[in-house]
């Protein structure tokens, strides 16, 4: 079926953990909202401006001070980190789990994890047969109107585990990752059957995360790492009738099961970073890394590989410590 760009979007707020691939020649410009809140947000674009409604003239003069204040320092702080490379990124992370291993942004996440070779590596999967065999080998996916190049991923280092957040228990899932210390959740509803959407939705990105945190408390996880979307939280900063919120959200719901399952990591004693990255393409990192407030942006776009090196980096950087990470 056809899946509008949009659908991908998510959200990327590093609150407070500033980051860029080290392949890309991405400039850090941050915007005035990052005065707004206490965590940043970051979007990567093609060298063109994403509006975000961020206009000091609206702000009295107390207001546009504490913006100017506000910039200043997290303009000092971006300019003190990078995304290591994945072997020094991921030093110390232990086992790492990731949920979601065969999908887009899981993937890549687990390729930069097992080209580390400095850990244990966990790819949890709905089927290992057919996992192995497209993890294997390079295709070229397509999604309702986009067309997305995937390289093979080498797995001998990896132990892969079945991992169905829709079939499996808490405790079968507790099982997989026995031994784990952080766990990456990249899952996601695909897109289907209309009237099976808000069903899909609701037991993958909202229950199944739920089971995931759930499974990682009972195995002694101690870091999560969830891949979100933008416009997440967007009915409560007044999004809720943008059209980025409207067209995400017609896929059943999505944003609202999100919302419910990021509240409830935050809520869960784990030590978290959710990731929330805009509009998700294949292609390599370009242009500008954008720097902005929790719930300030409410389009862009950004590159998987990306998403997965913020995601890496997360797992061990204690600027990520329960943190949002937007764009």
């Given at each position: 079926m056809f899946m509008p760009k949009s659908y991908s979007t998510f959200c990327l707020v590093l609150a407070s953990l500033l980051v860029v691939s080290p392949t890309a020649t991405n400039a850090f410009s941050l915007s005035p909202s990052a005065a707004r809140k206490s965590s940043v947000s970051l979007a990567a674009t093609n060298n063109d401006?994403?509006?975000?409604?961020?206009?000091?003239?609206?702000?009295?003069?107390?207001?546009?001070f504490q913006v100017v204040t506000k910039v200043a320092a997290a303009s000092a702080l971006a300019s003190t980190f990078s995304i290591p490379a994945a072997a020094n990124a991921a030093e110390g992370a232990g086992?790492?789990?990731?949920?979601?291993?065969t999908g887009q942004t899981g993937r890549r996440v687990l390729e930069r994890l097992a080209k580390?070779?400095?850990?244990?590596?966990i790819?949890?999967?709905?089927?290992?047969?057919?996992?192995?065999?497209?993890?294997?080998?390079s295709s070229t996916v397509i999604r309702g109107?986009?067309?997305?190049?995937?390289?093979?991923?080498?797995?001998?280092?990896?132990d892969l585990k079945k991992m169905d957040v829709v079939a499996n228990s808490v405790d079968e899932l507790a099982a997989s990752m026995e031994g784990a210390t952080s766990l990456v959740i990249a899952t996601g509803f695909v897109p289907g059957n209309p009237l099976k959407m808000n069903a899909a939705a609701h037991e993958v990105d909202n229950i199944g995360t739920i089971k995931l945190v759930d499974a990682a408390k009972k195995s002694g996880i101690k870091k999560i790492v969830l891949v979100s979307s933008i416009l997440t939280n967007g009915r409560n900063w007044g999004q809720?009738?943008?059209?980025?919120?409207?067209?995400?959200?017609?896929?059943?719901n999505v944003l609202d099961e999100?919302?419910?399952?990021?509240?409830?990591?935050?809520?869960s004693g784990i030590d978290y970073t959710i990731v929330r990255p805009g509009g998700l393409k294949a292609k390599p990192p370009t242009g500008a890394l954008k720097?902005?407030?929790?719930?300030?942006?409410?389009?862009?776009?950004?590159?998987?590989?990306?998403?997965?090196d913020v995601c890496v980096a997360s797992l061990t950087d204690k600027k990520a410590t329960n943190k949002v990470l937007g764009k």
């Open positions: 401006e994403v509006g975000t409604n961020n206009d000091l003239s609206s702000l009295n003069r107390r207001d546009a086992k790492v789990v990731v949920a979601g291993a580390a070779g400095n850990l244990e590596v790819g949890g999967v709905r089927n290992i047969e057919k996992a192995n065999a497209s993890l294997g080998e109107a986009m067309v997305q190049k995937v390289a093979s991923v080498d797995t001998s280092s990896v809720e009738k943008s059209p980025g919120f409207v067209v995400t959200n017609a896929f059943g999100k919302i419910i399952a990021e509240n409830y990591l935050r809520k720097i902005s407030g929790e719930d300030t942006l409410n389009s862009g776009e950004i590159s998987r590989d990306l998403v997965a």
